[in-house]
């Protein structure tokens, strides 16, 4: 028998003067005696094997169809996919409760083929029983078995106790981007297998010395000597992990916020708060971005700390307004503004949205504003029926979270019906990140806005990597050319080639266009060449109170 072919050339090492047979033989009796259970399947999903521990696990004789069909049967039973790579669950037989990790794993030949499966069965019962089970379950995770919060604190300040003095430490810090998303639109159950996923490679790749745990939903903490923190091979690892997890349906994205801790005896949980800011600090969207923790962020938290505790009193006691700002034809004439949010504070005075926008964003609350300021522009509509200023439209910002968690075609017909006004100066902008995240379902919705009578516009076209390629399946009203475009450049031909073809496009597919970020003359006038014909920007005004905005264009178009 030829070694080669049962073990591979190079996946595995072995001593090639072994006899095969007894090489095989001392495989098999090694698998036989571990205290695992091991089910292992053929590609065609059958199983094949299992040794003498998985058929004592699930108190089967000799079978091995119904081994499998019980272990199946049970995994089924909690809902687990079947390709779940790793989950903890309790197994209840002949009367008696036991807890079981199991982890699968696709077992590939020494040319990465898939030549079949195996899952993995664990016993951690023993951890569950007696004063040290008790214990283990005021200091450990249900879900994940790793420490929880208060499991969590107290190793890490015996680990900083017993340190030598002059040795340093890191607290990291992890958050899943958008995970309430991926539980409300794909269950729980898929969210859980997540967190275990993580909670299993995490465990896969500490040392002894390190200190990790589950602190809250899908957050979790790791402290370890600083000198081994490496932040490449970190995001490598956490790809890693994201990749084999993300689907056609959902990317996970990690954010690692990482405090060094300098002062031992602090209290760990505001080390924990302090890694946390730094991650909530992180604005971009990559599979894993990391930012160290400063005491600026600390002032940051305390103001959005602030906003977050007044949002909805604000709501209530309609300290938020709206700003319009124009939008014009070449000549200056208008037809229709942009309504902007602004929070009027009793005390603080107008505060700007770049304040409060990401704040709300991250709290996923900007759907409430945005419903807010929605209202504001209707009931302005309202007040300018039957007046010189009837014709002019409103546009008003979906926001990309808009989309998950507000029925917008409902939401604006219902604004429609309930104010009695037209749908057609009541304009819709989706920014362009919106569209790109979900291209099929934004198409769906502007196309029965665009049925119910509405104009759309795609706002901030051109911030995107997929401005074209979006297009083909987007049908909107108008292009609302991102103000980035207008920005000086090294090379103003190349810019004023991208313009000229994108507003040729835009028209040749039955776009209207409007430049936002107009600033001077010459940029005007540079637009005009072009074809553009509608405008926004401070060259022609910024944005302003609701009376001001009336005066000043009632005065000026009487």
């Known amino acids: 028998m030829n070694t080669d072919k049962v073990f591979g050339k190079s996946a595995y090492f072995y001593d090639k003067r072994t006899d095969p047979e007894e090489l095989i033989k001392l495989v098999s009796y090694g698998i036989q005696q571990d205290d695992n259970g091991y089910l292992f399947l053929d590609n065609k999903g059958k199983c094949v094997y299992a040794n003498r521990k998985a058929y004592s696990m699930f108190y089967v004789m000799e079978d091995l169809d119904f081994l499998y069909e019980t272990f199946d049967s049970w995994r089924r039973g909690l809902g687990i996919e079947a390709d779940a790579t790793t989950w903890c669950r309790i197994y209840a037989s002949t009367g008696k409760e036991r807890l079981y990790r199991v982890r699968f794993r696709r077992v590939h030949d ?46 890490v300040r015996n680990l900083l106790m017993n340190s030598e003095e002059e040795k340093s430490y890191v607290l990291v810090y992890s958050n899943i981007r958008d995970f309430k998303l991926i539980n409300q639109l794909f269950g729980i159950d898929k969210g859980n297998d997540i967190l275990v996923n993580i909670a299993d490679a995490i465990s896969q790749r500490v040392r002894e010395e390190d200190v990790y745990g589950r602190i809250n939903g899908d957050q979790f903490a790791l402290c370890m000597p600083k000198e081994r923190f490496d932040e490449n091979e970190f995001k490598g690892a956490v790809k890693d992990v994201t990749t084999r997890l993300t689907s056609a349906s959902y990317s996970v994205h990690m954010q690692l916020g990482v405090y060094e801790i300098r002062d031992k005896d602090m209290d760990i949980s505001l080390m924990c708060d302090r890694a946390y ?138 604004l429609v019906r309930k104010y009695g006004i037209n749908p057609r100066n009541f304009n819709i902008e989706i920014t362009e990140t919106a569209v790109t995240t979900d291209v099929a379902k934004c198409a769906q919705l502007i196309l029965g806005l665009q049925k119910d009578g509405f104009i759309v516009e795609i706002d901030d076209f051109g911030s995107g990597y997929s401005s074209l390629n979006m297009l083909k399946d987007i049908n909107a009203n108008i292009l609302k050319i991102d103000m980035g475009f207008l920005r000086k450049t090294e090379n103003q031909k190349r810019a004023q080639v991208i313009l000229n073809y994108t507003i040729d496009m835009a028209h040749e597919l039955g776009m209207g266009v409007i430049t936002e970020g107009v600033e001077t003359a010459t940029q005007l006038e540079f637009l005009k060449e072009l074809g553009c014909e509608m405008f926004q920007g401070y060259y022609f005004d910024m944005p302003m109170p609701v009376d001001e905005f009336e005066k000043k264009y009632r005065e000026k178009y009487k």
């Open 110 to 155: 020494e040319n990465g083929k898939i030549i079949g499966s195996v899952y993995v069965v664990q016993n951690v019962s023993d951890s569950l029983e007696g004063e040290y089970g008790e214990h283990y379950r005021l200091t450990h995770d249900d879900l994940t078995q790793l420490y929880n919060k208060e499991g969590f604190i107290a190793a």
């Open 277 to 414: 800011m730094a991650c909530k600090s992180i604005t971009k969207d990559g599979a894993c971005e990391i930012a160290w923790y400063s005491d600026d962020m600390l002032i940051n938290a305390l103001l959005e700390k602030e906003i977050l505790s007044s949002f909805d009193f604000a709501i209530i006691n309609r300290q938020f307004g709206i700003y319009l700002q124009p939008q014009v034809y070449a000549d200056g004439k208008l037809f229709g503004a942009e309504a902007l949010a602004r929070w009027i504070h009793p005390e603080n005075g107008i505060i700007q949205p770049g304040v409060f926008i990401t704040v709300l964003e991250k709290a996923d609350l900007i759907y409430k504003l945005d419903r807010y300021i929605w209202e504001l522009a209707a009931k302005q509509l309202v007040q300018w029926k039957g007046t010189d200023m009837e014709d002019i439209s409103i546009s008003v910002n979906v926001s990309p979270k808009d989309l998950y968690y507000i029925d917008i075609r409902e939401e604006f017909n219902d």
